[in-house]
């Protein structure tokens, strides 16, 4: 249902803006890319309320001067709006969150182009990658953590990662919960309050062909979401590199079961490497890497 009021923030997570083209898109996808920003601005211009981000803003922590510039002059043609983030693991140095400012989100946030939440401000916790999670009476409390569905919709098997409703309860005290981290876009409501997890803008890997990149609009009176759905084209994913690599691996996966089942490996690793390189027609260039690493890791 549309709704006639306006609503106070824009959610949404994993932007992971980035200056090089996944393996997986056919198209032009810093074009695509730049369309979706600008979209999110242009609705935050439109409603005067401000952005969340629930961390990732960036796909590195170093993003160079050509994509700071690019983006930064992205948001300079929306000086009205508003954008708080929360650092996620790609936004943070070898993933440690005292180093933040070193990174591309330090930057912009220094510049103001952007505002890191690292303490509570306004109706807003922060909880970046690794922080601890604690209660809160803030309306909203702003996650980077990997956040299920639920236990049945794990996204590989055997993954460990709290579901929607057990971080309700953890974080009983904020009435909204905005997760990022998990690219797949959901709501869970649970007595009257909300976790939304908003899911990534693009659609980065081949597993994501169905996934509608979305953001939703907060309403703070009666605590509900609307969806927006970003614009999209059709028929951009490929999925040939995916093959390949199967068949490299398959290829990998013989060669190992070879070794097994030919050469009893004893505590002599290089003894049975040896062994293994003189019976087989190994090319000679690979033999040297073989032993290059080999010598460098036994020193």
Request: net charge neutral.
């Amino acid at each position: 249902m549309k709704k006639t009021k306006t609503p106070d923030y824009i959610l949404s997570s994993d932007w992971h803006v980035r200056g090089t083209k996944p393996i997986c898109r056919t198209d032009d996808y810093i074009e695509a890319q730049t369309k979706k920003i600008k979209f999110i601005l242009s609705l935050a211009e439109k409603y005067d309320c401000p952005i969340l981000i629930a961390g990732d803003l960036g796909h590195k922590p170093i993003w160079g001067d050509k994509l700071l510039n690019y983006f930064i002059d992205i948001l300079n043609r929306f000086p009205s709006v508003k954008i708080y983030t929360i650092c996620g693991q790609h936004d943070l140095i070898n993933h440690r969150l005292d180093k933040w400012e070193e990174g591309g989100i330090g930057l912009l946030n220094r510049k103001k182009c952007i505002k890191v939440l690292t303490k509570e401000y306004k109706d807003i916790s922060p909880f970046s990658y690794n922080d601890a999670l604690l209660d809160s009476n803030k309306s909203i409390s702003l996650v980077h953590k990997m956040i299920i569905k639920s236990q049945e919709d794990k996204l590989w098997d055997r993954q460990e990662a709290d579901h929607a409703k057990k971080l309700l309860k953890k974080l009983s005290g904020s009435k909204l919960i905005v997760t990022g981290d998990n690219h797949q876009s959901f709501v869970i409501e649970q007595n009257n309050r909300l976790l939304v997890n908003a899911g990534s803008i693009m659609r980065m890997s081949a597993n994501q062909v169905d996934h509608k990149p979305s953001i939703y609009l907060w309403y703070a009176d009666n605590n509900s979401v609307e969806r927006v759905y970003l614009p999209i084209t059709g028929n951009v994913i490929n999925r040939d590199h995916i093959d390949v690599v199967k068949e490299r691996n398959q290829r990998i996966e013989v060669f190992v079961n070879k070794l097994q089942d030919n050469y009893e490996l004893g505590l002599n690793f290089e003894k049975n490497m040896e062994e293994f390189l003189d019976k087989n027609d190994i090319d000679e260039s690979v033999k040297e890497k073989i032993w290059e690493h080999i010598n460098d890791t036994s020193e």
